[in-house]
């Protein structure tokens, strides 16, 4: 008997021992001198399309490299996993918020050198290249800049005898004046709500925060110090205070914003303004047909209160640092975001671009509704924190205002909570 | 001497009848349990190959985080709604469709459908149905003159929607367990009761509940275990335990730490808290619904 | 009259059931725009306005991702799992429920254990292992770390236990092999709950998503709700076709469940008991 077991046990442990000694790197070798990139982004079927386009003739310039793009479903779960696997592509799209914490942990590599030999980098907008540099390195290169504006029902707005906002984005309305017309417009009783302040409406993500941490830049305040240190006396100051507590208002007293609404409530008529960026122009001419722009609806520049801020940052490509081959991942990046392919990638995406000589080289972006977001991007434009803590700092600034609007909570009291938390995170 | 050999050979098929699995289950299951206890004793980071010992700080710092007992204590709150309603509704439609007769065939494919539409896309659906506004839920209680129910935009209530769609999708798989379940007990018994002059309720309380215990026992620990580890519903239905945090649970807690902050050591210590929560619980369930193992 | 009053309590409870299925198949025939559109109470909160068949037409052209391909995939990760499954599941609960050896209680408990595990905290270590196998990428990462089932195990033993000893008794004594009680006693008797693990070991494969979103990113190789997923869109969603591609894929399990819902039916036949 006690053979068999034996039997059993060396059996065993030798299928462990073959099967752990399997070990089969697939890293895109160079075999007869062709270098193979991995590069590894998100699902997006334009931009998708606009890179293959320009991976085709990234290859035919440089016929030593091969690029092979792979689209991963739930990215940033994908990416992790393959980072701390030891499996991450040579070349990776980056998210803004996200870059600081991958940089500070060694996932990607700096591109400074690279920008210092190449050039490319002046011609950037500073918001852009801030947004990017986390300790004084740049780590990613922009595909695209973002930015949000006031998107409006402009038959919502006539029906009710409301004057139409302006469409210069120095003429912008102050917080004051689009509390007025969403006044006029809402007609709670018919579910028609005037303005819906954040984006996306009241549900946890970072297209909420986005949207508004602009308000306490805008009213003077910020969510934590310049050199991201502490949030005491700026989440917690006497401005982002009015601030938070101003967007409170307008789901409670005021009664204009709603907290839930059905699907596309812009489009389906009954939201007055809402607050989105350049990429929902394409989605609703796309999907509602007959919700047409310049006469069902229009885009205003974002509303301002003491000060006018626009929040910026969008993604990137970045080179990891497994590759194995970071210089022609360079070559890559650069032929993607450098001046001439900014340009492709404006036509095929119409993103708002990061550069200022893409800015210059298309007509549409110099007129209405994109100058609204070109002239946020040069003008006004603040990044979100460049920190590894941001992911924290973020889903506890969600978590603030979503309780201080869902339980009607003294904002006071709510933000002492929400400094403590950001305060411990940002001591360790 | 002979009935030793007799049972020590008896022990050496058992050990071979089991080998394939647990070579199976050590090399996959165990030794990345393994691997993730160790980890919890470190800092470190998803996406970062550096690490350093911490010894039971990681373990330390969560039992003073008020947000781990909360999501803690939301994962109990929804296990004990779910676990009832989910059991006892499902015991009821398999004593409806149990007997042969006509359509009954259909009726059982349609209660078994919600479990083969996948958990993403079922949550996506719910979620839908929930809106206040225009949800196809709310909108047929509002139609029939009921009050309207925002799981989704009021925490006081939007536990109770997940309750729901749990039990919608599930009720279906443990109604065909217990079908399994009834299909053993042999109608003599029901005969011999029904000549006693036993009516049906007490025919199910002395003849079909005690011969489901075994049945019963798995339904419940199973049904307990999957309630704790709520995950999908939590992300998709209520757009990451929204609103206003009133839906994170502890599964939602550890993949938010693991894969948003990307801190690996506080989320495996978190799992290895939970993980020994949910098998104390398991294992008084086993002992109460007395369901062991043959000795 | 009992009976009239049973078969609409089960008809009302039908439609329940079926009104958050109903609603998606339906909508899967609608364009995208009229989705949302109705929001009162009425014929075309369910009903499309405007049938079409362009959502199953996109899902079925896309070039990146054609469906039929990866419902063939799924159907093999599927089918393979689930027979391995069954046979060493059942393996393992018979021994279990109807055999006597030391440390029984202890192996038991293990194996229990580890459902008690949340899978996003083994997810990565597992994955460790999935590569220094050299199997990412591989059909062989979506089938084989997954055989072993607790679940399932845990889910035979009460239906094994369930068989009386004496039977297993008469057939040691007249010289039958543990194998051949195994599959000439322990499984005819257990087929309810066999087939109850084959259905949901399939179902959990065909449902398969953050896994094979790991260990795959080979496109041609990716399973089905990988493509379901990858309708939604950082910014938009088409709904029109997550709901037709879940709606296909729902039917080879629908129709694996009609077929084999026979063994529900008690095996004696009723009498006398109304």
């Known amino acids: 008997m006690k053979k068999i077991l034996v039997v059993i046990s060396i059996v065993l442990m030798s299928v462990l021992f073959i099967a752990c000694n399997n070990d089969s790197a697939t890293d895109g070798g160079s075999e007869d001198g062709v270098v193979e990139l991995s590069f590894w982004r998100h699902e997006h079927p334009e931009e998708e399309a606009a890179l293959r386009n320009l991976i085709e003739s990234f290859e035919e310039e440089h016929p030593n490299i091969k690029v092979n793009m792979e689209i991963q479903t739930d990215y940033e779960t994908a990416i992790r996993t393959a980072l701390s696997g030891g499996t991450a592509p040579d070349i990776m799209q980056i998210d803004g918020p996200t870059l600081a914490s991958y940089a500070e942990n060694g996932a990607i590599l700096p591109l400074d050198e690279y920008y210092e030999r190449d050039g490319g980098k002046d011609d950037l907008l500073d918001s852009v290249v801030e947004s990017l540099t986390y300790e004084d390195q740049m780590y990613a290169a922009p595909l695209n800049d973002a930015s949000v504006a006031m998107f409006y029902n402009k038959k919502l707005f006539e029906e009710n005898g409301v004057e139409l906002p302006p469409t210069e984005a120095e003429e912008a309305w102050t917080w004051e004046e689009v509390l007025e017309a969403a006044k006029q417009i809402t007609d709670a009783e018919n579910g028609i709500y005037g303005w819906q302040p954040s984006m996306g409406g009241v549900q946890p993500g970072e297209a909420q925060v986005f949207s508004l941490l602009p308000y306490l830049w805008q009213a003077g305040g910020d969510i934590v110090d310049e050199d991201i240190t502490t949030a005491s006396g700026y989440l917690d100051s006497d401005e982002s205070i009015r601030a938070l507590d101003f967007i409170r208002s307008l789901y409670h007293e005021e009664g204009v914003a709603p907290i839930e609404q059905q699907e596309d409530p812009f489009p389906n008529g009954v939201l007055g303004i809402s607050v989105v960026g350049p990429w929902e122009i394409a989605y609703l001419e796309n999907e509602f047909p007959d919700f047409v722009f310049g006469e069902d609806w229009d885009i205003a520049p974002l509303w301002r209160d003491s000060e006018q801020v626009t929040p910026n940052g969008s993604w990137n490509m970045a080179i990891t640092s497994q590759s194995d081959f970071p210089d022609e991942a360079w070559l890559f990046i650069d032929w993607v975001t450098g001046e001439e392919g900014a340009k492709v990638w404006y036509e095929k995406t119409r993103n708002l671009p990061a550069r200022e000589s893409t800015m210059e080289a298309f007509e549409d972006l110099n007129s209405h509704p994109m100058k609204i977001f070109v002239d946020q991007a040069r003008e006004y434009a603040k990044p979100r924190p460049v920190t590894p803590d941001y992911i924290v700092i973020s889903q506890t600034f969600g978590d603030l205002f979503e309780s201080v609007v869902i339980n009607n909570s003294d904002v006071g009291t709510a933000v002492e909570g929400a400094v403590e938390d950001i305060n411990n995170v940002l001591a360790e | 001497m002979k009935i030793f050999s007799q049972r020590n050979r008896e022990a050496v098929a058992a050990y071979l009848f089991i080998l394939p699995a647990f070579g199976l289950l050590l090399l996959f299951i165990l030794n990345p349990m393994a691997q993730s206890l160790i980890t919890s004793f470190y800092d470190v980071n998803l996406i970062s190959d550096q690490r350093s010992f911490l010894g039971m700080e990681n373990y330390q710092h969560l039992l003073n985080d008020a947000s781990f007992y909360q999501s803690l204590g939301n994962s109990f709150y929804f296990a004990i709604l779910v676990i009832p309603i989910q059991t006892a509704l499902a015991l009821t439609l398999a004593l409806l469709v149990k007997r042969s007769f006509p359509g009954v065939g259909v009726f059982r494919t349609i209660y078994f459908i919600p479990f083969i539409i996948s958990m993403g896309v079922a949550s996506s659906i719910f979620r839908m149905m929930y809106n206040k506004e225009a949800g196809l839920f709310n909108v047929i209680l509002d139609g029939i003159g009921l009050p309207v129910l925002p799981f989704l935009s009021n925490p006081d209530i939007a536990m109770i929607g997940i309750v729901i769609l749990g039990t919608w999708k599930s009720m279906g798989f443990f109604m065909i367990v217990f079908l399994a379940g009834l299909n053993n007990i042999p109608n003599d018994l029901y005969e011999a009761a029904q000549i006693d002059g036993a009516g049906p309720i007490k025919r199910f309380f002395s003849i079909t509940l005690p011969l489901l215990k075994k049945v019963m026992a798995f339904v419940i620990i199973i049904t307990t275990m999957d309630a704790l580890k709520i995950f999908i519903p939590i992300y998709v239905t209520m757009a990451g335990g929204g609103p206003a945090g009133s839906t994170r649970t502890a599964a939602y807690f550890i993949y938010n730490h693991a894969f948003q902050h990307m801190d690996m050591g506080y989320a495996t210590a978190a799992a290895f808290i939970f993980f020994i929560i949910i098998l104390i619980i398991s294992l008084i369930q086993m002992r109460v619904l007395r369901s062991d193992v043959e000795y | ?274």
């Not at chain 3, 078969?7 to 998606?24: D, G, K």
């Not at chain 3, 199997?135 to 990462?141: H, R």
């Not at chain 3, 055989?147 to 297993?168: E, H, K, M, N």
């Not at chain 3, 709700?225 to 296909?248: D, H, N, P, R």
Request: glycine share 4%; hydrophobic share 55%; net charge neutral.
């Open chain 3, 1 to 274: 009259m009992l009976n009239v009053i049973k078969v609409m309590l089960m008809t009302v409870i039908a439609f329940i059931v079926l009104l958050p299925v109903s609603w998606m198949v339906l909508s899967s025939f609608r364009l995208e725009e009229e989705i949302f559109k109705f929001t009162e109470l009425g014929y075309h909160l369910l009903i499309p306005e405007n049938w079409t068949l362009q959502n199953y037409r996109d899902i079925f052209s896309e070039n990146q991702r054609p469906l039929d391909r990866y419902m063939l995939n799924t159907l093999f990760i599927a089918v393979t799992g689930t027979f391995l499954g069954l046979l060493v599941n059942s393996f393992a609960a018979f021994s279990f429920a109807k055999m006597r050896f030391p440390l029984k209680r202890s192996l038991f408990v293990i194996f229990l254990s580890t459902l008690a595990i949340p899978f996003e905290a083994i997810m990565v270590p597992q994955y460790m292992i999935i590569r220094d196998f050299g199997w990412l990428d591989t059909y062989t990462a979506l089938i084989v770390p997954q055989i072993v089932w607790a679940f399932g195990i845990f889910l035979l033993v009460q239906f094994f236990s369930d068989i009386p000893r004496s039977l297993i008794e008469a057939a040691r004594i007249d010289g039958a092999s543990w194998l051949t009680i195994f599959f000439r006693v322990a499984v005819p008797m257990s087929w309810p709950a066999i087939i109850t693990l084959g259905i949901i070991t399939f179902v959990g494969k065909w449902d398969e998503f953050l896994w094979a979103l790991i260990v795959i990113s080979d496109d041609a190789k990716q399973v089905i709700q990988i493509a379901i997923a990858s309708y939604s869109l950082e910014t938009y969603t088409s709904w029109g076709m997550v709901f037709a591609a879940s709606t296909i894929a729902s039917i080879p399990t629908m129709i694996i469940f009609l077929l084999l819902q026979k063994y529900y039916i008690q095996g004696v036949t009723t009498s006398g008991i109304k």
